[in-house]
């Protein structure tokens, strides 16, 4: 069996429903290969272990697709503050949304409702969806051509969003360089005697950064960065000798509160060195991951797929997207790059011990608190306002 598609996208993640959504509002005929579609929503269920802090410029696309509502309609929490500090000192730097202007600087929601909202909508918009089973790859000069299982698929743009593994991105050749971090991220979910502050925060500590974000009702989640061998020790604890723990090494939490679970996943840094050959695209952690302690995981995919969709639009598919496609690497590679290379400048400030270091970083946050327009444009660009 043989069916013809403008653009096939692999995997059926954030990064991938979005694009589907935005291609198909373009009016181009798009399939998605996805083997795990998301589960339905359950309001009464406790908050899923995996979640993002939704910028202001996600929020932005998300309404753009059509898939905000459908998020309003099952859960999320806006946050208003950002404050960080460094572990045993006084100085602070505090970002609030009013001084950008706005009434909140994003969302923390569960990954899997915006997923699920994704997926309405680019069912709404007639996308196709197939099992992405055995598969073969064989990229041609005017068309992409995929085996699929007993099916054969054409496209003229491929497209992979299958994650930081991804598949398409080892069939095509294209390689990565990057490391991992000598650090594990430990998320805990809690409940607590009564609804946090809409404020976010992050302690930081040699051995890695601690924070809360608030989440629906009176959860929230706890974000333990620290050593591997540390990591698992804490995984294995009962929930109450956890919960004495993260009062022992935590900044105090207001009221009393209950281990739900947690999870945790190892840091590591991988950058593609192409984002596109051929006919063939990366986006999303297809093509670059991040260290997590500023959140821009989901945020910089996003921006990719903000960047796809205009230059789709823009030019279309009638010719040989070379071109174009171009353009999309260099500018979404040098900008995932300088974030990358910021993030790792923090991970490396805050994680030394050295005493200069230690006085360079209090100064410096020192400037971050009292940096007027500077501070202003870096909480701009940091909310997906700026480029």
């Excluded at 996308?127 to 003229?156: A, H, P």
């Excluded at 004495?244 to 945790?264: A, H, M, T, Y």
């Excluded at 994680?351 to 501070?375: D, F, P, T, Y």
Aim: hydrophobic share 40%; glycine share 10%; proline share 4%.
């Amino acid at each position: 069996m043989e069916k013809e598609f403008d653009v096939i996208i692999a995997g059926g993640g954030m990064v991938g429903a979005s694009l589907a959504c935005g291609l198909a509002m373009q009016g181009f005929r798009v399939v998605i290969l996805e083997s795990h579609p998301p589960e339905a929503f359950n309001a009464d269920s406790q908050p899923d272990i995996r979640l993002s802090a939704f910028s202001l410029g996600s929020e932005k696309l998300l309404r753009q697709l059509g898939a905000w509502s459908a998020i309003e309609s099952m859960r999320l929490t806006p946050y208003t503050g950002l404050e960080t500090w460094e572990a045993g000192m006084a100085e602070r730097v505090h970002f609030d949304c009013q001084e950008i202007g706005a009434d909140h600087l994003g969302y923390m929601i569960e990954n899997r409702i915006v997923q699920i909202a994704l997926w309405e909508r680019f069912q709404a918009l007639k996308v196709s969806v197939l099992e992405w089973c055995d598969w073969e790859l064989q990229g041609r000069e005017n068309d992409v051509r995929i085996r699929c299982g007993d099916q054969t698929i054409f496209g003229k743009l491929l497209i992979g969003a299958d994650g930081a593994n991804s598949q398409v991105r080892q069939q095509v050749g294209i390689g990565i360089s990057g490391w991992d971090y000598r650090q594990y991220c430990l998320s805990i979910n809690i409940k607590l005697d009564e609804p946090a502050p809409p404020l976010t925060w992050q302690e930081f500590h040699p051995s890695g950064p601690r924070a809360l974000l608030p989440l629906f009702d009176s959860y929230a989640a706890l974000i333990w960065y620290d050593q591997c061998s540390q990591v698992n020790q804490l995984k294995k604890l009962s929930a109450q000798s956890l919960k004495l723990r993260i009062k022992q090494d935590f900044p105090p939490l207001s009221g009393d509160f209950e281990v739900l679970n947690c999870s945790s996943f190892p840091l590591t840094r991988r950058h593609a060195h192409h984002y596109f050959s051929g006919r063939i695209v990366l986006a999303g952690d297809a093509a670059h991951t991040i260290h997590p302690l500023a959140g821009q995981g989901v945020n910089i995919g996003f921006k990719d797929v903000t960047r796809l969709l205009q230059l789709c639009e823009k030019y279309g598919l009638k010719h040989h997207p070379k071109e174009w496609l171009g353009q999309y690497q260099r500018q979404r590679k040098l900008d995932n790059l300088m974030m990358q290379s910021t993030m790792d400048l923090f991970y490396k400030a805050f994680s030394s011990e050295n005493a200069c270091i230690g006085q360079l970083r209090r100064l410096g946050l020192l400037a971050a608190q009292h940096g007027g327009l500077v501070k202003r444009q870096a909480l701009r660009y940091a909310v997906g306002l700026g480029r």
